[in-house]
Protein backbone atom coordinates (compact mmCIF):
# COMPACT_ATOMS: atom_id res chain seq x y z
CA UNK A 1 0.00 0.00 0.00
CA UNK A 2 2.40 2.82 1.34
CA UNK A 3 5.49 2.75 -0.30
CA UNK A 4 8.26 4.83 -0.54
CA UNK A 5 11.07 4.64 -3.33
CA UNK A 6 13.89 6.28 -1.64
CA UNK A 7 16.94 8.46 -3.54
CA UNK A 8 20.13 8.42 -2.38
CA UNK A 9 21.20 12.14 -3.12
CA UNK A 10 24.76 13.77 -2.26
CA UNK A 11 23.01 14.55 1.17
CA UNK A 12 24.67 17.78 1.40
CA UNK A 13 20.87 19.51 1.60
CA UNK A 14 20.50 19.89 5.98
CA UNK A 15 18.30 22.74 5.60
CA UNK A 16 16.09 22.46 2.67
CA UNK A 17 12.40 22.94 1.97
CA UNK A 18 10.94 19.28 1.38
CA UNK A 19 8.53 19.65 -1.77
CA UNK A 20 5.60 16.97 -3.03
CA UNK A 21 4.58 17.11 -6.19
CA UNK A 22 1.04 15.09 -7.64
CA UNK A 23 2.65 13.66 -10.69
CA UNK A 24 1.67 11.42 -13.10
CA UNK A 25 4.76 11.13 -14.85
CA UNK A 26 7.57 12.56 -12.65
CA UNK A 27 7.60 15.59 -14.87
CA UNK A 28 4.72 17.64 -14.55
CA UNK A 29 2.46 18.75 -11.73
CA UNK A 30 -0.68 16.97 -13.86
CA UNK A 31 -2.84 15.45 -10.55
CA UNK A 32 -5.35 16.07 -8.45
CA UNK A 33 -4.27 15.16 -4.83
CA UNK A 34 -7.08 12.85 -3.91
CA UNK A 35 -6.46 11.17 -6.79
CA UNK A 36 -2.78 11.28 -7.63
CA UNK A 37 -1.32 7.31 -7.26
CA UNK A 38 2.10 8.95 -6.44
CA UNK A 39 4.24 12.02 -5.28
CA UNK A 40 7.72 12.84 -6.35
CA UNK A 41 9.62 14.63 -3.17
CA UNK A 42 12.90 16.81 -3.79
CA UNK A 43 14.62 18.75 -1.58
CA UNK A 44 15.16 22.29 -1.95
CA UNK A 45 17.78 24.67 -0.70
CA UNK A 46 19.71 28.13 -1.82
CA UNK A 47 22.23 25.98 -3.71
CA UNK A 48 19.88 24.04 -5.74
CA UNK A 49 17.17 21.20 -5.86
CA UNK A 50 17.44 17.02 -5.29
CA UNK A 51 15.10 14.33 -5.96
CA UNK A 52 14.69 12.37 -2.18
CA UNK A 53 12.24 10.11 -2.76
CA UNK A 54 9.11 9.17 -4.91
CA UNK A 55 5.76 8.24 -2.13
CA UNK A 56 3.41 5.79 -3.65
CA UNK A 57 -0.49 6.44 -2.76
CA UNK A 58 -2.39 3.82 -4.72
CA UNK A 59 -5.72 4.22 -2.36
CA UNK A 60 -7.91 2.38 -4.60
CA UNK A 61 -8.58 -0.39 -1.36
CA UNK A 62 -9.74 2.46 1.03
CA UNK A 63 -12.55 4.30 1.97
CA UNK A 64 -12.86 8.20 1.04
CA UNK A 65 -11.95 10.08 4.23
CA UNK A 66 -9.44 7.25 4.99
CA UNK A 67 -7.75 8.09 1.40
CA UNK A 68 -7.42 11.72 2.53
CA UNK A 69 -5.80 10.60 5.93
CA UNK A 70 -3.70 7.84 4.07
CA UNK A 71 -2.04 10.67 1.67
CA UNK A 72 -1.41 13.36 4.58
CA UNK A 73 -0.11 10.45 6.88
CA UNK A 74 2.33 9.48 3.53
CA UNK A 75 3.58 13.43 3.20
CA UNK A 76 4.30 13.67 6.41
CA UNK A 77 7.67 15.97 6.37
CA UNK A 78 6.61 17.64 3.65
CA UNK A 79 7.04 21.33 3.51
CA UNK A 80 4.94 22.09 0.32
CA UNK A 81 2.96 20.23 -1.95
CA UNK A 82 1.76 20.70 -5.44
CA UNK A 83 -1.40 19.67 -7.38
CA UNK A 84 -3.35 20.28 -10.02
CA UNK A 85 -6.47 20.49 -7.71
CA UNK A 86 -7.28 19.77 -3.78
CA UNK A 87 -11.12 19.75 -2.02
CA UNK A 88 -11.89 22.13 0.44
CA UNK A 89 -11.95 19.34 3.40
CA UNK A 90 -8.57 17.83 1.93
CA UNK A 91 -6.74 20.97 1.90
CA UNK A 92 -7.67 22.01 5.12
CA UNK A 93 -6.35 18.18 6.65
CA UNK A 94 -2.83 19.33 4.62
CA UNK A 95 -2.83 22.30 6.20
CA UNK A 96 -3.23 21.33 9.98
CA UNK A 97 -1.02 18.67 8.91
CA UNK A 98 2.19 21.47 8.75
CA UNK A 99 1.69 21.19 4.68
CA UNK A 100 1.09 24.01 2.56
CA UNK A 101 -0.91 22.86 -0.23
CA UNK A 102 -0.36 24.99 -3.83
CA UNK A 103 -2.48 24.85 -6.78
CA UNK A 104 -1.19 24.77 -10.47
CA UNK A 105 -3.94 25.81 -12.85
CA UNK A 106 -2.29 23.78 -15.92
CA UNK A 107 0.47 21.03 -16.37
CA UNK A 108 3.20 22.82 -14.74
CA UNK A 109 6.77 21.02 -15.36
CA UNK A 110 8.32 20.33 -11.67
CA UNK A 111 11.62 21.60 -12.89
CA UNK A 112 10.28 25.29 -13.64
CA UNK A 113 8.98 25.15 -10.27
CA UNK A 114 11.78 23.88 -8.74
CA UNK A 115 14.27 26.60 -9.98
CA UNK A 116 11.32 29.38 -9.11
CA UNK A 117 11.83 28.08 -5.01
CA UNK A 118 15.44 27.74 -5.55
CA UNK A 119 15.41 31.75 -7.25
CA UNK A 120 12.83 32.81 -4.24
CA UNK A 121 14.88 31.36 -1.35
CA UNK A 122 17.87 33.10 -2.84
CA UNK A 123 15.74 36.06 -2.94
CA UNK A 124 13.24 37.36 -0.17
CA UNK A 125 11.26 33.94 1.15
CA UNK A 126 8.62 34.45 3.58
CA UNK A 127 9.33 34.17 6.79
CA UNK A 128 7.58 30.95 7.55
CA UNK A 129 10.13 29.35 4.58
CA UNK A 130 13.16 30.89 6.42
CA UNK A 131 12.08 29.44 9.49
CA UNK A 132 11.73 25.94 7.77
CA UNK A 133 15.53 26.24 5.97
CA UNK A 134 16.52 28.01 9.29
CA UNK A 135 17.72 30.92 7.57
CA UNK A 136 20.10 32.75 9.39
CA UNK A 137 18.82 36.62 8.69
CA UNK A 138 21.88 39.23 8.46
CA UNK A 139 19.88 42.00 10.26
CA UNK A 140 16.90 41.93 11.65
CA UNK A 141 15.33 45.32 13.52
CA UNK A 142 13.17 43.55 15.65
CA UNK A 143 15.88 41.73 17.97
CA UNK A 144 17.57 45.51 18.16
CA UNK A 145 14.52 46.45 19.48
CA UNK A 146 14.92 44.06 22.41
CA UNK A 147 18.75 44.26 23.37
CA UNK A 148 18.98 48.57 23.19
CA UNK A 149 20.33 49.58 26.80
CA UNK A 150 21.71 46.38 27.29
Same mark, same amino acid.
Given at each position: MNTKITIEGNGTMDHALR? @??? =???????NAHFGGAKEFV???? =???????SE??? #??? =???EDDDKTDF???ALKGVNIM??? =?IG? #?????????GIHP?????PTLIE??????? @?????? /? /? /?????????? #????VRQERWTEGE
Open positions: V @AFA =SKDMEKIVYNV =SQEGYEIVIK #TDT =SELRVRYCE =SG #TAAAKVIRAMKVNEDILKNLV @AMINGN /P /P /PWVKKIIQMK #TDHD
